[in-house]
C-alpha cells in the first residue's frame, strides 16, 4: 500500500507522517519501506519519504505498492494527480487542512528558527513588525500557492 500524507506547506504533513508510520510498524511489526530512489523528489532524495509529484504515475504503475508499504508526505493540488492517486484501490491520502493564518505564522517562525530570516526588527524582538515584514515580502505569495 502507499500512504500519502497530504497538505500544504507547514500544515503537519510531517507529524502526520510520523504518527501513520508508528501505526503501521504497530499493526505489521516491519517497518514502511521507503520510496525507491528513482522515484524521490530531487530536493529530498536522501532520506526517501518525498515521492516526486511527476513520477508518482510510473510509480503506481510500477507496482511495488501492492506487496509492500510505503509511507510518504507530499503538497500534491492538481487535480490529475489526485486523479491518479485515487484510482488505485491500494493508495490511501490523508489530507491535512490548517487554517492559512496558523501555517503562515508556523512558516514564519520556521524561518527564524532556520537562520532564513535576517532581518533587524527581528534582532530587536519586535516579532509583530517582523511578521508583518515577512507577510508583504514572501508570506502572501506562499498564502497564494
Same mark, same amino acid.
Given at each position: 500500500?502507499l500512504? #500519502? ?7 503537519? *504533513? ?5 504518527i ?5 510498524r504497530?499493526a505489521?511489526?516491519?517497518?514502511y519501506?521507503?520510496?525507491?530512489y ?13 515521492i516526486d509529484?511527476d513520477?508518482?504515475?510510473?510509480? #503506481?504503475?510500477s507496482?511495488p505498492h501492492?506487496?509492500q508499504?510505503?509511507l ?6 492538481k ?5 491518479? #492517486?485515487?484510482?488505485?484501490? *491500494?493508495?490511501?491520502?490523508l ?9 503562515l ?5 520556521? #524561518?527564524?528558527s532556520?537562520?532564513k530570516?535576517?532581518?533587524? *526588527? ?23 500557492q
Open positions: 500500500m500512504v #500519502l500524507s497530504n497538505g500544504a506547506f507547514k500544515s503537519g *504533513s510531517t507529524w502526520m507522517r510520523a501513520i508510520g508508528s501505526i503501521i504497530t505489521t511489526g516491519s517497518q519501506q521507503k520510496v525507491p528513482e522515484f524521490r523528489s530531487p530536493m529530498y532524495v536522501k532520506n526517501g519519504v518525498w509529484e513520477k508518482l504515475e510510473r510509480f #503506481l504503475k507496482g501492492k506487496n508499504n510505503f510518504t508526505r507530499g503538497h500534491f493540488y487535480k490529475e494527480t489526485r486523479d491518479i #492517486l485515487l484510482s488505485y484501490d *491500494s493508495v490511501y491520502i489530507n491535512i487542512k490548517r487554517d492559512l493564518k496558523d501555517t505564522v508556523s512558516h514564519y517562525y520556521h #524561518l527564524i532556520q537562520g530570516l535576517d532581518d533587524h *526588527s527581528i534582532q530587536q524582538g519586535e516579532l509583530q513588525e517582523g511578521f508583518e515584514k515577512y507577510y508583504w515580502r514572501l508570506g502572501r505569495f506562499k498564502a497564494q
